[in-house]
Structures are given as C-alpha cells and as structure tokens.
C-alpha cells in the first residue's frame, strides 16, 4: 500500500484538521454511490479509507511516523512468517495466518477492513459525505446498512406545514383538505378543542427516503381564525353584548352568542356600562376543562329620543 500521506496528498506535517479535509475531498470524489461506471472507484476509495486509518488515528499515526506499524496499519517485524504461521518467509499475505482476504475492504461494512477496529472509519464523516450527494447511508437492502454494528438508512425528510380553523371548528372537531408539495392533498382530522399552536403529526406521509429507510411525517401547526365576536383568552373566550338603555336600567333577557349557538342570559336592573357577566362551560377546553364566555355589557342609548333628553335636563 502506497505512503498514507501521499494517498491523501497532505505533508507528514499537516494538522489533524487539514487531514480531515482532505480524507473528506477524496471519500466523496471517489465514492461508489457517485461513480457506478468507474470500476476502480471502489478501489481508489479503499485506498483513502485506509489511509485515513492510520492518518487520521492519532495514536496510529504516531506509530507510523515512528516506524512501528506499516501503511496497512501492521506492526513491522513479522517478516519472519510465512502465510500460514510461522516456519516460512512472509510473502504478502497475512503475518498472522490466512492468505490476507480476512483483511479487505468490504464497502457494505462501512469500515476499513475486516479484522480491523470495528466502525473506525468515522461514520459522522461518512455520514456527511453521503448527505452531500443525496445518499442517506450506504445499505445493502431497504432497511438501511446490513450487517451487524452499520447504521440504519435514513428517513425522509418531514414535511411542516399549517391547518387554519374556525373556532366553531375547534368546538366541533373537523376534517380539512391540506395541499402538500407536489399536488398533494391529504385528508387531516383535526380533533374537538385542539390547542392554538399545537402539532398534527400525520406519520409516513413526508417526503420518501433517497435510501430506502422510512418515509417521514407531515407536521401541521393549528392556527386559529380570527373571529368577527371573540377574542381568546386561554381557555376563556370574551365578547361584548350592546344592551338597550331600558334594558340596562330596568333588567331583563339579552342574547348572547356561543360557539354552539346564541342563549339567552338575563340580566339586573341597573347594570352599568362594561360590566362583564360569565356563561360557564361555553368557551375551549384547557387543562381544568372547558372555559367561560365573558360577556361585557356596552349600553346604547336611544337614538333622538326627546323625552329621555327632558328627563335628564330636569335631573341636573
């Protein structure tokens, strides 16, 4: 195997992150998943993962530096045995037994070579390396990598979106038709008394996964409507009611709207300008049960009315 520093092409000085970059030029240049017609690809990326074995590996590449491993990472001064063991000369296979195929590279593996330390290839680089070109991770069937200690594919990207309604909607519960990206139209239900703000999540109707993985899920924020009589307040909804002079002073019934419809509430005689009356259980639910409608009353006078004028000159 060639010197590591020069299949990486840094100096024997180079800093550990001016390594890093150049292992991450070279694995994404040279990556399978981007050159399917070169057949030396997979070669050439072995090549630059196994110098970033040692290259990259601090205490690795100390020993490099030193003499004590070669460029595959074996400690020198084995040269005394022969392939199977000991008792002949090695000639470039396995110092430790075999014919050397215990120590290839296998791309499946998303490793370095087998025998080898176990995912020290720096899956967080490769990772990153494959996002670069669309891949979610190199497997070898739907699920994501095969093969014991790889990472799974990854999943589609969710989809975020908005689902306005009404607060009569919100009292009810309805179903509302949300447009998607790419046409798409899906069917949401959005349950009785949902929270402003709060999350719909629709699992695996994202984006599809670029490797296989599941797909992801589509995220829509409730928003209310602004409404022509309420106001929200928590779990409370407040309004104002215009009550009639006479109604003011001398009492009686008033209609005062609901999400479910108008009722009747009477009120006492003598009631001023912005007093504020409570209907219970008729606002949106909250984490102690449904709130209250606060009704607040704003007194009209009669308009032109000559007689109320009179009296009120003579009372002053």
Do not use: C
Not at 135 to 147: D, K, L, Q, R, V
Not at 265 to 294: E, H, Q, S, V, Y
């Amino acid at each position: 195997m060639r010197d590591p520093y020069t299949v990486l092409g840094v100096p024997r000085s180079a800093s550990e992150a001016e390594v890093k970059s150049a292992f991450r030029k070279l694995a994404k240049q040279y990556h399978p998943d981007r050159n399917a017609d070169d057949p030396k690809a997979k070669e050439r990326f072995a090549e630059v993962n196994n110098a970033y074995e040692i290259v990259g590996d601090k205490e690795k590449r100390g020993q490099f530096d030193r003499g004590e491993i070669d460029a595959e990472g074996k400690p020198k001064g084995f040269e005394g045995f022969g392939p199977g063991g000991a008792g002949g000369p090695f000639r470039g296979g396995n110092p430790f037994g075999g014919n050397g195929q215990d120590f290839h590279f296998d791309f499946n593996m998303g490793g370095a070579q087998r025998g080898g330390r176990a995912g020290s290839f720096n899956e967080d680089i490769l990772s990153d390396i494959l996002r670069g070109f669309g891949g979610g991770g190199a497997g070898s069937g739907p699920g994501g990598m095969g093969g014991r200690g790889q990472r799974p594919a990854q999943p589609g990207r969710d989809i975020t979106g908005e689902v306005s309604v009404t607060l009569e909607e919100v009292a009810a519960g309805v179903t509302k038709r949300v447009g998607l990206p790419g046409g798409r139209t899906l069917e949401v239900k959005v349950p009785a008394f949902v929270g402003d703000g709060k999350t719909i999540r629709l699992g695996g109707q994202g984006e599809a996964s670029p490797s296989g993985g599941k797909a992801g899920d589509v995220l829509l924020t409730v928003r209310y409507l602004p409404h022509p009589r309420f106001s929200v307040d928590g779990a409370n909804l407040k309004t104002r009611i215009d009550v009639p002079l006479a109604t003011a002073v001398l009492g009686g019934g008033i209609r005062v709207p609901t999400l479910e419809g108008e009722v009747e509430m009477t009120i006492p005689a003598w009631t001023n300008g912005g007093r504020t009356f409570r209907l219970r259980g008729k606002g949106l639910k909250g984490k102690d049960g449904r709130g209250d409608i606060l009704a607040a009353m704003d007194i009209q006078l009669p308009q032109g009315d000559e007689a109320l004028a009179e009296l009120m000159r003579k009372g002053t």
